[in-house]
Antibody, heavy 123, light 108 residues
Framework: EVQLVESGGGLVKPGGSLRVSCADSGITFTDTWMSWVRQAPGKGLEWVGR??????????DYAAPVKGRFTISRDDSKNTVYLQMNSLKTEDTAVYYC??????????????WGQGTLVTVSS | EIVLTQSPGTLSLSPGERATLSCRAS???????LAWYQQKPGQAPSLLIYGASSRATGIPDRFSGSGSDTDFSLTISRLEPEDFAVYYC?????????FGQGTKVEIK
């Protein structure tokens, strides 16, 4: 059974930093593209960014609102993906979900989801 | 980026009824790379449909997806009590991937 477990959420002041983690079990982590999706309170889903597997280049992509402030990295030896968030704004307040992507009819979609971790940016 | 517009915003139906949800894209979705997710209150989303019409592992056959180009739909043939939830569409054919704003299926 695939399990993605996020941790590291919490309360942070505007302008501050936070790193959230996502540990995986049940998938071949090294071959898997991992992404982060967030959901502001009472709102819909917003893609944050993705990191490809090292065999596919290990490159990252980010949504425009977080580009330059957020960094996604991975440690394949620990089956863990990280989301480093800097220069946080109040509008970054959300539940952050880690997802594991799989081939979905040719393209890559969010096949497995973690339970989410809440990040609150407030003074 | 591709904007996905879901309709209706809320669908009020009774168990046993048929639900039809719509997802319209602002541009053609490459390769029918369109997915549907279900989110129950307090839970993470879960994948239902990918490639516009393929069911994910373990998804019952009362869920079906169809469509191409800019118009897609999700149909739940007979609503079960556990199907009352919010449904999101997502296109993953063009970067950045984008989600629709969601359709809530509520008990009438």
């Amino acid at each position: 059974e695939v399990q993605l477990v996020e941790s590291g959420g919490g309360l942070v002041k505007p302008g501050g930093s936070l790193r959230v983690s996502c540990a995986d079990s049940g998938i071949t982590f090294t071959d898997t593209w991992m992404s982060w999706v967030r959901q502001a309170p009472g709102k819909g889903l917003e893609w944050v960014g993705r990191i490809k597997s090292k065999i596919d280049g290990g490159t990252t992509d980010y949504a425009a609102p977080v580009k330059g402030r957020f960094t996604i990295s991975r440690d394949d030896s620990k089956n863990t993906v990280y989301l480093q968030m800097n220069s946080l704004k109040t509008e970054d307040t959300a539940v952050y979900y880690c997802t594991a992507e799989r081939s979905c009819g040719g393209g890559s979609c969010a096949y497995y989801w973690g339970q989410g971790t809440l990040v609150t940016v407030s003074s | 980026e591709i904007v996905l517009t879901q309709s209706p915003g809320t669908l009020s139906l009774s168990p046993g009824e048929r639900a039809t949800l719509s997802c319209r894209a602002s541009q053609s979705v490459s390769g029918t790379y369109l997915a549907w997710y279900q989110q129950k209150p307090g839970q993470a989303p879960s994948l239902l449909i990918y490639g516009a019409s393929s069911r994910a592992t373990g998804i019952p056959d009362r869920f079906s997806g169809s469509g191409s180009d800019t118009d897609f739909s999700l149909t739940i043939s007979r609503l079960e009590p556990e199907d009352f939830a919010v449904y999101y569409c997502q296109q993953y054919g063009s970067s950045p991937t984008t989600f629709g704003q969601g359709t809530k299926v509520e008990i009438k």
